[in-house]
């Protein structure tokens, strides 16, 4: 697979532009997901039923369910970040104790912040918000920060490790939308250009050291503090409430769905581990496999944007 994707952001006479090019002898948005082998009708019959017999239905989706949105996901084999480049996230720790590791990451986040915000949802989170619409869906958890799920309009839904659309006042809480950041980063920098080469799932790109220094980063407007988005970097904690929220929710449901993710994540796994203990079934869509498809009484691999679409909900 041949794929390059150029990004540039310049400023021309205080209007901002972004160039985007992109290559890929499978398309762009295709680049992003891993292969899988044609849909297995028997297999599609299993899920239907699977689906038809659950009335209090909890979903936990992960990265595979937006790289059809062309947003890619960590560890796919091949066509992952972690496969893709050396390159790994920020560690909460290091963005906390930095200031400079804080400068650089902004950087990079406002450089790729429109292409990452402009990702529109696939078939799939129209097929989950639908299902709620109709009463099938009971509670949706989804690992991604990427808003998709919000975009396609659910509202049973906890974002277990936030979302990039908010940030947050590390001294105060101060909560302010991502876009009204970008506002500001471009009236601090309005000579500063940078090129990018590569994205990763939160919306970060690679930008080399020289061209990070001289970026301005604002602060909290009401406190002046230094911002993070609302988001848990690796390293961090899930705020305890939310975890015993979900796992309420799966103590309520009565069978349990994982779209897209391996589960190689803990703050995810262990709703799997509830669910278990509660004796719930337990289906999985990914492509690949997860740490939990023993665990599992129907395991499919295959594209969450093919699928998900052809489940008859009611």
């Known amino acids: 697979m041949r794929m390059s994707l150029g990004l ?13 090019s992109q290559q890929c002898s499978r398309g762009f948005i295709g680049s ?10 028997e297999k599609v019959k299993e899920l239907q039923r699977f689906i038809t017999l659950s009335k209090r239905l909890f979903v936990m989706t992960g990265a595979g369910i937006s790289t059809e949105s062309g947003i890619p996901d960590y560890r796919s084999e091949k066509v992952g970040l972690y496969a893709r480049t050396d390159r790994r996230p920020i560690q909460h720790k290091d963005f906390m104790q930095s200031a400079p ?11 790729g912040w429109p292409q990452f915000s402009s990702h529109q949802p696939n078939p799939a989170h129209w097929a989950l918000s639908n299902w709620e619409k109709l009463g099938k869906l009971y509670w949706l958890v989804t690992q991604n920060v990427d808003a998709l799920h919000t975009k396609a309009g659910s509202q049973r839904l906890t974002e277990l490790h936030g979302c990039m659309h908010r940030v947050l006042c590390l001294d105060c809480g101060e909560q302010t939308p991502r876009r009204v950041l970008q506002e500001r980063f471009q009236a601090l920098n309005p000579d500063w250009s940078a090129e990018a080469h590569g994205v990763a799932p939160d919306g970060d790109v690679f930008l080399s050291e020289e061209q990070v220094q001289s970026f301005q980063v604002p602060s909290c407007v009401r406190c002046g503090g230094p911002l993070k988005p609302d988001v848990v970097f690796f390293g961090d904690t899930v705020n305890p409430d939310k975890v ?22 803990y703050s995810g796994y262990r709703f799997i ?35 998900l679409p052809l489940i008859d909900p009611h």
Request: with cysteine; net charge positive; proline share 8%.
């Open 8 to 20: 540039t952001f310049k400023s021309a006479k205080g209007h901002w532009v972004v160039n985007l």
């Open 32 to 41: 992003f997901v891993p292969p899988s082998p044609p849909l297995d009708p």
């Open 273 to 307: 581990l509830t669910a278990r203990e509660k004796k719930l079934p337990i289906a999985i869509l990914n492509i690949g496999p997860t740490r939990s498809d023993d665990l599992a009484c129907l395991k499919l691999n295959s594209r969450c944007g093919e699928l």
């Open 101 to 111: 590791i804080r400068q650089r990451y902004w950087a990079r986040n406002f450089v």
């Open 244 to 265: 015993d929220f979900v796992h309420k929710r799966v103590k309520e449901a009565d069978s349990l769905l994982v779209i897209g993710s391996s589960l190689q994540v």
